[in-house]
């Protein structure tokens, strides 16, 4: 399915939801602090990859954590965040001639810095640099009807575990509620030095979350 079908359908979403609900606060609160939390899954997959031959296509996974909106002004602030996010790929290829299937589910911590743009009230634009801390990641391996689960520790495979990317979206907001769509787009691949036997690559998502501000 296209990526930017579903972002656009997922905004669409956003938007008529906002609309319907915006005579219920007439506040603006843009000048305001705030701090919540928010939930909501991924739809993720890799570009830029090289390395083994195998084909990949989109995985759902988890999103979620906290989040800050600290005003600078009317319409500019800062929206820092700290987010468990599970992002990966289902592929297919083949090992010396045997074919196989592979889900690939990499659990990040996610801390975008973004700049928040708050043309108008319920709604802010966010846009900046994203790092993500690679905490584990679980492999499940298919060969014909057998299916193998591996976690790796990443103790022996030179594996980048620090990497920048960045990010780009908008929020909705309601009262006490935000809708939030994201893409993203790592810079750094997961190759390390290029020691790794890994198939080299780099992360892209769509991310749709729902939150509460406190």
Excluded: C
């Excluded at 007439?26 to 701090?35: C, H, I, N, S």
């Excluded at 083994?52 to 319409?75: M, N, S, V, W």
């Amino acid at each position: 399915m296209n990526y930017y079908l579903i972002f656009i359908t997922g905004l669409l979403f956003l938007v008529f939801g906002a609309n319907a609900n915006a005579s219920k606060m007439d506040t603006d609160q843009r000048e305001v602090f705030a701090f919540g939390i928010k939930a909501g899954f991924n739809y993720s997959n890799v570009w830029d990859s090289r390395g083994q031959e195998f084909d990949a296509d989109p995985k759902f996974g988890f999103a979620g954590g906290f989040f800050a909106g600290i005003p600078l002004g009317r319409t500019i602030g800062l929206q820092p965040e700290i987010l468990i996010s599970q992002k990966g790929f289902k592929g297919s290829g083949t090992i010396l001639t045997a074919p196989y299937t592979i889900k690939r589910t990499k659990t990040y911590i996610d801390i975008p810095l973004q700049l928040q743009i708050k043309p108008v009230q319920h709604v802010t634009f966010l846009v900046g640099p994203q790092f993500s801390y690679l905490l584990k990641q679980d492999d499940v391996y298919t060969f014909g009807s057998n299916s193998i689960l591996v976690e790796e520790e990443f103790k022996n495979d030179n594996i980048r575990k620090n990497i920048l990317g960045f990010t780009a979206g908008i929020d909705f907001s309601i009262s006490h509620f935000v809708l939030s769509g994201k893409y993203g787009w790592d810079f750094q691949n997961n190759n390390g030095d290029g020691t790794s036997s890994t198939p080299r690559y780099k992360n892209r998502w769509l991310q749709l979350t729902a939150g509460y501000i406190f």
